[in-house]
T-cell receptor, first 111, second 113 residues
Framework: AQRVTQPEKLLSVFKGAPVELKCNYS??????LFWYVQYSRQRLQLLLR??SRESIKGFTADLNKGETSFHLKKPFAQEEDSAMYYC?????????????FGSGTQLTVLP | ETGVTQSPTHLIKTRGQQVTLRCSSQ?????VSWYQQALGQGPQFIFQ???????GRGNFPPRFSGLQFPNYSSELNVNALELDDSALYLC????????????FGPGTRLLVL
């Protein structure tokens, strides 16, 4: 069975400090990993995916298959980064691109 | 703002009743996925519809059913409502299931009393 674990429900950092949101997964095949973000009063939206290896809004995430992790990092947090973050995975090549989400981490960036 | 809309925004039902939730997909999208998000949890995949056919299902009982129409809008039907069905129901549309094209709707909040 596939599972995504986000161990921190709440995370607070000060503006300008580095931030890391943890995500661990279990999946028997080759997973595709994602981070989704939901800002206050907005819809859930895709932040980044490991396949594209891009940096979005200063966030990066590296897939570590050995540790089965996909932690989200940003070197200098901004107040506008305050949001709920969800890690998610799907199987590569699946017929239904079914996402399995973690329970989310609420990030608060303090001034 | 994206073009995925859902109706109604909120509703209250009692145990044993039936409910229909609606989703209008973004223009040009032919795939709709439905998710259930319980309070304090991440979204859970219910099922996906592609060109009017169910194209994958999560671990939900048969009393959760759906439809997709020729214009690619979709309905989620839940029969014999239970208290645990209280949740936010999200739909997301995409082009042929490609997750990088997927947009979520605002959700319908269902309360079962």
């Amino acid at each position: 069975a596939q599972r995504v674990t986000q161990p921190e429900k709440l995370l607070s950092v000060f503006k300008g400090a580095p931030v890391e949101l943890k995500c661990n997964y279990s999946y028997s095949g080759s997973p595709e990993l994602f981070w989704y973000v939901q800002y206050s009063r907005q819809r859930l939206q895709l932040l980044l995916r490991h396949i594209s290896r891009e940096s979005i809004k200063g966030f990066t995430a590296d897939l570590n298959k050995g540790e089965t992790s996909f932690h989200l990092k940003k070197p200098f947090a901004q107040e506008e980064d305050s949001a709920m973050y969800y890690c998610a995975l799907t199987g590569l090549g699946g017929s239904a691109r079914q996402l399995t989400f973690g329970s989310g981490t609420q990030l608060t960036v303090l001034p | 703002e994206t073009g995925v809309t859902q109706s109604p925004t909120h509703l209250i039902k009692t145990r044993g009743q039936q409910v229909t939730l609606r989703c209008s997909s973004q223009s040009g999208h032919n795939t709709v996925s439905w998710y259930q998000q319980a309070l304090g949890q991440g979204p859970q995949f219910i099922f996906q519809y592609y060109r009017e056919e169910e194209n994958g299902r999560g671990n939900f009982p048969p009393r959760f059913s759906g439809l997709q129409f020729p214009n690619y809008s979709s309905e989620l039907n839940v029969n014999a409502l239970e208290l645990d069905d209280s949740a936010l129901y999200l739909c997301a549309s995409s082009l042929t299931g490609a997750l990088e094209t997927q947009y979520f709707g605002p959700g319908t909040r269902l309360l079962v009393l």
